[in-house]
């Protein structure tokens, strides 16, 4: 092994270690942290992340890329030499490439952006979070001019979360997407048909959510002697080391679905992180592969597995155990209550159909805006005009509308994609699991579903970084990315409940 | 300001920074961290305590220290220029003049003495932790040559946990204590009187344990905007910043004491961190003042407040709201159970008076190591006759006698004494609040705390580093410390109990 190699990893490492101290500060303010505790907690987080900016950044860094790029560590680029060197030095290129002023004005105008953004919001004012928007989206053109790109600038965003992804492929899958949903989404509205959704606004006490859904976490592959399930605001799932993994949920009383399938999410989130290589942690092939890999895993649980009929086949008894309000609904009307399609304002809040189209919209904006194809100032006609032609609704305030997600204020620009590629990804990977395990409907109605985490670990968890999510998706389903797995997904799910 | 003086304030507050950081990866090590997860956390601490040794040992420390000291800075002892550049000093020399080699031999001998304690006391085998322990004591001396010290080298390691203060006086605080002490027992003894104690081993529901204990700590003046309590297998208190202060408890379904005069304690050691002045975090002036006079806080709310007749005259009534158990029960009743003194093998069990006298062995047979008057071969046989002698008692094997307690393997010689300080401390500041407020037990009846919060508040508290503990019980109570008022209060609460 040569030395510059050795000292690539170790450096990665060190890197990565400080990356799960930060990840703990992050969690810890987000979940235990006492009210008054967070100003000082931004000071340790900064002083963090200072501290791992420095590593990153460290010329030697260069030095040891340029002793090992093109030598037989990087012979076969899915070795785990090679990855672990491309990985390298794609982050230091990264961080190396911004100018420091660059780097100091975003940290600023994302900062203030997001403050600006929660009084406009509060306020329903859009001309108050409009300045913000502007220098943000500034930036981040800035930032793609500075990165560089081959054929469009939007490329060079999206590769902070989708690494090696074009905007020209995201763009076929989600144009393709979106003809095929809205007729689709039309054929329901015009059926009449609707369940009565009260069923899952009734009253299911905290407690029995919470060993309810760690339950069915635990039962699809979530390792809780590796991890934990705790209580947050807004949910998410972090990992503060190998053998450390955090998933969080929030829960209402009066709604069974945000805890519950909020919690399949996030455990399909863990159970990817728990799947890493834990022996090339902070390094290229043990880390997740992208952002919409990411999302695939989650969504699979949450959507192709927990909405499934033959998962609820499995669990329904044992949720009528322990909900009340439960006892009198029938199977039925439970599956079609949880699997209701309508449109709806609020992103967080859609359903597996309708989310989709959320998506697109924010896909189409922001590509739009970063090509300065419209301004900032155009946004919200935009908006609301795009919500009228896709979903048939529009908002009655900016506020549950172009102002709803935080997104955009914290300079995530690329980022929304990733969410409606998850859901493609899911899809196709599933159909394949499906064929490769011989059905998976037999093993959910009999409680098994550790077959599938197995097959996710080995065939996606696994591959880290070490192939491109183009790549493991023709290597996994012989195919490139494609909709069509997700509209037979969805077609196959709604047209019995909906008769159409 | 001196700029070398603001450098030295810049890089203190920076370790405090560091520190804070390492608290909470202890604090959620102990409370929250997954199984698996420990030995990641192991390397994410000891990262952290390198980066800390790293800018305690910086020789810049060194520098400024030569320009400020002997300054106008350092001209009012008690002003908090010279506390700053004082407690600076100390640690520059606590850090520098220890050869690396001897810090890296005590780091390997205390893990390694640990694990052998473990084990060893899980075999009730002393023969194999002898070794070890020799080892950490004769590093210990090593230690405490390298420091330096004027009249004994017990000296040198006692400043670690009780900066300032001497062998000599500790001496002689404790053996007046045990003098009284021994005959009090006795005569307790010889009372033939004994509480019903098995009120307290009743079922106490955990939540309700909990809620209660949390209620009690907050009247008390715990801020949990500022804090928390969670649930550990070993209770502490740690601060994780200026606005994060969190203890610890267990509960035991079975046994009342265990959780609420624990809840007590930790909240005292809370109050106290709470109340160190905030702008001088990371400083001399808002830095604790010993390990005794910490104690002496956690001691105060747990027992002359937590055990008094007028603290249950205000809670019992609510008590017995909470817990079934207490129904039947008279306050007389519960009152002498929660206040029974017996002589007891383990020292975490003990009561508010034989806990002293467990104390003092260790302080006594400590000493004589240290000094050579005896070898750790000989500890069984000392320890077995010293808590025949003082408690009329033998432990029937070493895992309950010598072997109990973990301290000695881990290097903490010279910490015991700081418990039985704390005793004293909160006994001698105790009746002089009382004097101050003009008579705790009626506030206390009227279920007010604050009162005694503020001033310990103003009068310990914020005191910070900027006197010794010797000066501050001098100027606290005008005259120096004494064993009479604990002395006092032990008898004055035991003797109509017991009828002695």
């Not at 999410?265 to 092939?285: T, V």
């Not at 597995?305 to 309000?325: E, I, K, L, M, T």
């Not at 409907?441 to 080995?458: S, V």
């Amino acid at each position: 092994m040569s030395d510059a190699f050795e000292k690539l990893c170790d450096h990665s490492r060190e890197i990565a270690l400080l990356n799960s101290i930060e990840s703990l500060l992050d969690w810890d303010a987000r979940c235990k942290l006492p009210e008054q505790g967070s100003a000082y907690r931004t000071e340790q987080q900064a002083y963090v992340a200072r501290l791992v900016h420095q590593k990153q950044t460290d010329p030697r860094i260069g030095d040891w890329l340029a002793d090992v790029q093109g030598t037989d560590l990087t012979a076969d680029p899915q070795s785990d030499s090679a990855t672990i060197i491309r990985e390298a030095q794609r982050n230091y290129d990264k961080q190396t490439k911004l100018p420091a002023e660059l780097v100091e004005a975003l940290t600023r105008a994302t900062n203030d952006g997001q403050h600006a953004w929660v009084e406009a919001r509060r306020e329903n004012d859009f001309s108050k979070f409009l300045p913000y928007l502007e220098n943000v989206y500034r930036l981040k053109r800035e930032q793609a001019d500075a990165i560089g790109y081959e054929s469009c600038r939007y490329d060079a965003l999206l590769d902070d979360y989708e690494p090696g992804e074009k905007t020209s492929t995201v763009r076929a899958a989600l144009e393709a997407l979106r003809t095929d949903l809205v007729p689709l989404l039309e054929l329901i509205q015009a059926s009449g048909k609707s369940p009565d959704r009260s069923i899952l606004t009734r009253e299911y006490p905290v407690s029995a959510q919470e060993s309810f859904g760690s339950q069915a976490a635990k039962a699809i592959g979530f390792e809780f002697d590796r991890g934990r399930l705790d209580v947050t605001h807004h949910p998410f799932c972090t990992e503060a080391g190998p053998d450390d993994c955090r998933i969080t949920t929030r829960y209402d009383l009066n709604f069974f679905n945000m805890a519950f399938f909020g919690i399949l999410h996030e455990a399909g989130h863990g159970i990817y992180d728990q799947g890493l290589r834990k022996s090339q942690y902070g390094l290229g092939p043990g880390h997740y592969l992208s952002l919409g890999i990411h999302e695939s895993q989650s969504r699979m649980w949450e959507n192709q597995v927990g909405r499934s009929r033959p998962f609820w086949d499995h669990w329904y008894g044992a949720a009528q155990q322990q909900f009340n309000s439960l006892q009198d609904v029938a199977l039925d009307d439970f599956y079609f209550a949880i699997n209701h399609v309508e449109p709806s304002l609020i992103r967080v809040e859609a359903d597996e159909l309708t989310y989709n189209l959320h998506i697109i919209i924010r896909f189409e904006l922001e590509q739009a805006l970063i090509d300065e194809q419209i301004t900032p100032a155009d946004l919200p006609e935009a908006w609301n005009s795009k919500y009228q032609q896709y979903l048939g609704i529009q908002p009655p305030t900016d506020a549950d509308g172009v102002m709803q997600d935080v997104h955009w204020s914290a300079g995530l620009v690329g980022y929304f994609p990733t969410y409606s590629l998850g859901n493609l990804y899911a899809a196709q990977f599933y159909q394949q699991a499906d064929k490769d395990l011989g059905g998976l409907d037999e093993l959910f109605r009999r409680g098994e579903f550790l077959e599938l985490k197995r097959w996710a670990g080995e065939n996606i968890h696994q591959r880290g970084r070490n192939v491109t999510p183009a790549e493991l998706v023709q290597e996994v389903t012989g195919e490139p990315l494609t909709h069509t797995y997700l509209i037979d997904h969805l077609q196959s799910k709604l047209s019995p409940l909906y008769g159409i």
